[in-house]
């Protein structure tokens, strides 16, 4: 019983990281970072370097602690974690914070960039500021915006040459609304599957095709099956790095600008980084027997603006689709 009463006051000091170098009432901030990235990432690696320059240069006050893997919980637990002030960081796609910020899900939405500059200047310049006053409401704080890689369509048996090529075909798709009228647009199938079910979907044709960056292409080894990509660049994705705000007012400014200069330094390396890592895995998986195709890229963006405006303006505002494409 001893015992157990104090790991449990162990914890508690730890928890409030109470620590003293001669500060005697001084309180050290500790901030979980969680995600659900694998360690081996470029998304991971990029947490670990903002971890160790926040960590180095407020020498002490502020300790970020990395969590990926979903070890603090899958992206619905850490949305809503970090909202609930449970954790105190989290690194996710904005789409996931849907069913409370209804607009954040354009962030996510297939050719509402032109390229990743675009991207850039969007989420981290005018649309990134109205949108972060729709976290705030949510007491969360939108720190920046990285790029995590553009999705490309790939097919088991189907050569495709513009959208017109995809007519009847079954694609597999996450049960994300803009993601199903995307597919629709195109005269395709939609055809949600979990995650965990899609190889095998694809092994026995219950999907003609799937869609997802080449990183998952390749690390699924869905090329076993699936001899066409299709470089249709629909989705740059980009994911977001949240601080509940709560915990942000706690910190000093000082040491937010440390925090914010170490974001911005992490984003800078990790998004040259999946840039470089994409134009080599064209290469490495052409080398696997994969027939990478470049097909009519104007044909799909044609169709899937305007129906995606029509489908979803209610959920993401009306002109928010015509303000990101005019950001210059």
Not at 62 to 72: C, D, R, T, W, Y
Not at 157 to 171: A, E
Not at 223 to 248: A, G, R, S, V
Not at 268 to 278: G, P, R
């Amino acid at each position: 019983m001893k015992k157990a009463i104090f790991l449990v006051f162990a914890a508690m000091i730890l928890t409030a990281g109470v620590f003293g170098k001669g500060a005697g009432d001084q309180q050290k901030i500790v901030l979980r970072w969680g995600s659900v990235h694998a360690e081996t990432t470029i998304t991971t690696q990029m947490m670990r370097r903002i971890i160790q320059e926040v960590n180095t240069k407020t020498e002490g006050r502020v300790e970020i602690q990395g969590f990926p893997n979903s070890a603090l919980g899958g992206s619905r637990d850490l949305v809503e974690g970090v909202q609930a002030g449970i954790m105190e960081m989290i690194s996710e796609g904005p789409a996931q914070f849907a069913s409370w910020i209804p607009m954040a899900s354009i962030a996510e939405a297939p050719y509402i960039f032109r390229d990743i500059s675009h991207m850039n200047k969007a989420l981290n310049g005018p649309f990134g500021d109205k949108l972060n006053e729709e976290f705030l409401k949510k007491n969360v704080r939108l720190l920046g915006s990285f790029y995590y890689g553009t999705r490309q369509l790939s097919t088991t048996k189907t050569q495709i040459g513009s959208v017109k090529d995809m007519q009847g075909l079954k694609i597999r798709v996450p049960e994300v609304k803009a993601y199903v009228e995307m597919i629709n647009s195109w005269g395709a199938r939609p055809t949600p599957i979990p995650f965990g079910d899609l190889y095998m979907s694809l092994q026995t044709n219950v999907a003609d095709g799937q869609e997802n960056p080449l990183t998952t292409f390749d690390g699924q080894k869905f090329y076993e099956i699936q001899k066409y990509i299709i470089l249709t660049d629909h989705i740059i994705c980009p994911n977001m790095i949240f601080i509940n705000e709560d915990t942000w007012q706690k910190i000093a400014p000082a040491d937010q600008k440390i925090i914010q200069t170490a974001v911005a330094n992490g984003i800078a390396w990790n998004d040259e980084e999946v840039k470089k890592s994409e134009e080599q895995l064209k290469r490495d998986l052409a080398a696997k027997g994969v027939t990478v195709i470049s097909p009519d890229v104007e044909s799909f963006r044609k169709v899937t603006g305007p129906w995606l405006v029509s489908k979803m303006e209610a959920d993401w505002g009306k002109g928010t689709w015509e303000f990101i494409q005019n950001v210059k």
